[in-house]
């Protein structure tokens, strides 16, 4: 066994939730170790857009845009319906501009208020991400902070149990990959781990309808540090709420069709050239829907539309690059390559064109068609639906602290991101809108650090 470790606080996870963590609280005076599994920091947070929704935002102020925490908390329940963290969302909602100047301003994370489209679930123009929108670049400043900021981080160093002495979390026993175990006592325990998106046991159990889809998330996402935390005592709740996809290129390389496509006006319809429903309840609504149907789809566009997304997404470019996007000239031809009937196609293109002009209503009762009805050429792509992260978790109050179902905390345990409760609804992937991923990533995040920092200096006055 390795030397043994003492700081006040310790960290389960270098995603977002662990490196705000980390910044928060160094930056209040406490001495941190965040510990991360794998070989690389960044987890899903790396493989996300990086979008992080604020409400009242000096960038937003800036756009001329009007909004605020309770407009924010509003649209996100309207998205959702009822849900057990309605108490978490009013927080993070209230927190959200506060975070996302300090990651600006005192951490130098890029972030801009993307104004060209409102995203899923928000009313006005919301989310804030890298200049790329590509949640590499966010892992990336995350780190570059927490390097500048003093922060020790030990990779390939997964934790494999939590510490108890009593009732209370003291510490995280760890088994580098390539060293000798060892133990990290602790103030306080920060589980920033992720969910159980990468654990099919655990989404049988909670969310069995998306357990054989293929899962799009990072590897680490194995739902030990949740098991831990249930396993104490903590409140398990919105267990079954989970962030899908609906649009997967292709699974092996990794590669998503933009949502853009569907929001600028693109449809998706199934091998026998029809619609399944209204593509505009979102990415991960609409998963649910093809799941229902299928898992294959295809999703029609037109090059109006593809020019657009290559302009303004670069991540996108290699989807084009590697030829997942077909050219095609007319109705016959896009036809030939879903391999359904041209006739019944046709009509469902002509349908729903009426529909993007406002002739008629549409079947599915979808309002918005981005820049109108689609225009041959067209562009079509392959697509599957998937899991992107786990909605589910634990239950926390204001600070992050792990709460038993009596509403007592856990003493020294703490929880964000996904192995957190999320604020995306009780069940299902309808509930999602965009950004509460890393809002609940990077939101508890913050406050568990500077709480975690608090405890930490109320024991050395004490
Ligand atoms: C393709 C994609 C796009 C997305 N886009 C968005 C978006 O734009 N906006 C948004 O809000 N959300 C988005 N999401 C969801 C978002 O990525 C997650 O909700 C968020 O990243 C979770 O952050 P986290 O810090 O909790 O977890 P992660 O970023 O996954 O970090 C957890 C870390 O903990 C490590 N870990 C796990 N177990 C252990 C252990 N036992 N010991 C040590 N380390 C451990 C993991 O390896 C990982 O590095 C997207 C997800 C995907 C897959």
């Known amino acids: 066994m390795s030397e043994d470790v003492s700081v006040d606080v310790v960290i389960v996870g270098a995603g977002a939730c662990g490196m705000v963590a980390a910044l928060a609280a160094v930056g209040n005076g406490a001495t941190v170790l965040l510990l991360e599994k794998l070989e690389n920091v960044g987890g899903n947070s790396t493989l996300s ?9 000096r960038f937003q102020v800036a756009a001329g845009i009007d909004d605020n925490p309770a407009l924010m908390v509003a649209d996100l329940l309207e998205a959702s319906g009822p849900h057990e963290a309605e108490d978490l969302l009013a927080n993070m909602a209230e927190l959200s501009a506060e975070l996302v100047h ?24 919301r989310l804030h991400a890298p200049g790329d929108r590509d949640g590499k670049f966010l892992t990336a400043d995350l780190l570059a902070a927490c390097e500048k900021s003093g922060v020790t981080i030990r ?20 088994e580098p990959t390539n060293g000798q175990p060892y133990r990290v006592m602790a103030g306080s325990v920060i589980l920033a781990a992720n969910g159980y998106g990468n654990n099919k046991e655990l989404l049988k159990r909670w969310m069995p309808e998306i357990a054989d889809a293929q899962y799009f998330g990072a590897a680490g996402s194995t739902g030990e540090a949740v098991t831990w935390a249930e396993d104490l005592g903590a409140a398990m709740i919105n267990v079954s709420a989970y962030q899908g996809y609906a649009a997967i290129a292709n699974p092996e ?3 998503l069709l933009s949502w853009t496509t569907i929001e600028m006006g693109a449809v998706i319809v199934s091998p026998e050239g029809r619609r399944v429903g209204d593509e505009s309840r ?18 029609v566009f037109d090059t109006k539309i593809r020019d657009y997304v290559l302009e303004n997404e670069p991540r996108f470019v290699r ?34 064109a009426r529909a993007a002009s406002g002739d008629i209503a549409d079947e599915f009762g979808r309002t918005n068609f981005g820049f109108g009805p689609l225009q041959a050429p067209f562009c079509v792509a392959k697509v599957t639906p998937g899991l992107f992260h786990t909605q589910g978790g634990v239950r926390v ?13 856990i003493a020294g345990l703490f929880a964000g991101g996904g192995v957190a409760a999320g604020v995306s609804g009780l069940a299902g992937a309808e509930g999602y809108a965009s950004g509460n991923g890393l809002l609940t990533a990077a939101g508890l995040g913050y406050v568990a650090g500077l709480a975690s920092a608090r405890d930490a200096a109320e024991k050395v006055r004490n």
Not at 109 to 115: A, G, N, R, W, Y
Not at 156 to 164: D, E, F, Q, R
Not at 397 to 409: K, S
Request: aromatic content about 6%; some cysteine.
């Open 319 to 352: 989807l084009f690059n590697d030829g997942l996007i077909i050219e095609v000239s007319g109705v016959d031809q896009l036809a030939a390559f879903i391999g359904c009937d041209s006739q019944t196609l046709g009509e469902t293109i002509a349908t729903t």
């Open 49 to 57: 857009t990086g979008s992080i929704p604020a409400a009242g935002s």
């Open 282 to 299: 979102g990415y991960s609504g609409f998963a649910s829907i093809l799941l229902e149907h299928g898992e294959t789809a295809f999703a």
């Open 155 to 174: 990779t390939s160093h997964p934790v494999v149990g939590l510490i108890t002495e009593g009732d209370a979390v003291v510490g995280v026993r760890v």
């Open 253 to 255: 390389l990794g590669l």
């Open 397 to 409: 109050d204001a600070h992050a602290r792990v709460i038993r179902p009596d509403g007592t905390p």
């Open 102 to 125: 300090w990651l600006v301003d005192t951490h130098g994370v890029d972030l801009q208020l993307i104004t060209d489209y409102k995203h899923v679930g928000h009313s006005v123009a």
